[in-house]
């Protein structure tokens, strides 16, 4: 395929493309577990308040893992363009879009903001009543159609607002953020999900003060990115919790101080958390299991413990907590996107990064062509990279 933009003397991206049908390649999923399809698809023009981007950079999240295996059969979608870490370019928008034009460097976000609904406007949440992150979601809101279709006119579906395994997609402009033009797309697209998730999750949600201390469930990059947060917010100590040994050289450059392997413990985790500080005053459950959950809540200190969800739980198992546990002062709370308003907040986050606030390079570890999307996941089922790289 030729290429559909040039570079213009001003240094923005000029596209010949807007308004037509993109035949773009794109890595589809046809049945939970199946291996990835790369097809060439078919991207139609975006409407009304959407915008249809270029992806240069998109990578490998746990999240696509779980619905790339169909964990939650309510979940399930085939075929479906799964997903939603990635950088890109503009290179159309839809009737109405005033903050972005073709050629603004953009990141894609799966939990959108409207800026126009009660929940927008309120302080106390990051949700948009329509925007929100949905998983059951597989269509566009005008139309309750797709924007991707088979060469046979097959619709594809959409993933988590963004479906960024494809050369072109197209979102709802309340899903796209306008970045800084001299912002690395490369790492930027990290801030798609888990490092906004788990940095947020320190910085928004619970709020860590200097001379704080953390335990860290869960060593993947959204406890990595947790563990960075709290690291740059002057934390005295940042425990780390995995049953992968091989995580905790990366976690030490990320700031973790200590660090414990369940499996050569003879003891329960938190017993041992509570032994080394009496109990953090934040803990952060980054697993996904229920079990795992409880001992982050337990390990917290007795009278103002804070425990922050940021696992995917897939199980139909409930909490495993007695309401008279919470009259002891230890709280629970669950957090999306790490309480970052991602249109709002986000371009202030980036222009962070880029004053070296955050420390972006140590979460790609991998780096491959779009191509070898399959080897991508295989390295995270393997538990061999926090972040692998796709290069479109």
Not at 18 to 40: L, M, R, Y
Not at 234 to 261: E, H, R
Not at 362 to 368: K, N, P, R
Request: glycine fraction near 10%; charge should be negative; aromatic fraction near 8%.
């Amino acid at each position: 395929m030729g290429s559909l933009f040039d570079e213009t003397s001003n240094g923005l991206t000029s596209f010949q493309t807007p308004g037509k049908i993109i035949t773009s390649k794109a890595a589809i999923v046809w049945g939970p577990g199946e291996p990835f399809v790369i097809e060439e698809v078919q991207v139609d023009p975006p409407q009304k308040m959407e915008v249809r981007i270029k992806i240069l950079f998109t990578s490998v999240c746990h999240t696509d893992l779980s619905a790339w295996k169909g964990e939650n059969e309510a979940h399930r979608a085939y075929p479906r363009i799964l997903g939603h870490e990635a950088a890109g370019v503009v290179e159309s928008v839809g009737e109405g879009v005033l903050d972005m034009r073709e050629g603004d460097h953009v990141i894609p976000i799966f939990s959108g903001e409207c800026g126009h609904c009660v929940y927008c406007k309120s302080e106390k949440t990051n949700l948009c009543e329509t925007f929100r992150v949905n998983p059951l979601k597989k269509v566009m809101i005008n139309d309750g159609k797709s924007r991707f279709s088979s060469r046979d006119g097959q619709p594809i579906y959409h993933f988590l607002n963004t479906s960024t395994f494809s050369e072109y997609t197209v979102l709802d402009s309340a899903c796209v953020v306008k970045i800084h033009p001299e912002a690395p797309l490369k790492t930027m697209t990290l801030l798609s999900c888990g490092v906004s998730t788990g940095l947020g999750a320190a910085w928004n949600t619970a709020n860590v003060q200097a001379g704080s201390t953390i335990a860290i469930f869960g060593l993947g990059s959204v406890g990595l990115a947790v563990a960075e947060g709290a690291r740059a917010r002057g934390a005295s100590k940042i425990i780390g919790i995995d049953i992968n040994p091989n995580k905790y050289v990366t976690a030490q450059s990320m700031g973790v101080t200590d660090f414990i392997n369940p499996n050569d413990l003879d003891q329960p985790v938190h017993e041992k958390i509570l032994e080394m500080t009496g109990g953090v005053d934040y803990s952060f459950e980054c697993a996904g299991n229920l079990d795992v959950l409880r001992e982050a809540f337990l390990s917290t200190h007795d009278g103002w413990g804070l425990t922050i969800i940021l696992g995917i739980h897939p199980s139909p198992r409930m909490l495993p907590f007695h309401p008279m546990e919470f009259f002891d002062g230890r709280k629970l709370i669950g957090s999306v996107f790490g309480d970052f308003k991602g249109k709002t907040q986000l371009p202030g986050f980036v222009d962070e990064c880029m004053r070296g606030v955050v420390n972006l390079d140590g979460f790609i570890t991998h780096e491959l062509p779009f191509t070898k999307i399959n080897e991508a996941f295989q390295l995270l089922l393997d538990g061999k990279s926090l972040r692998c790289l796709l290069l479109l």
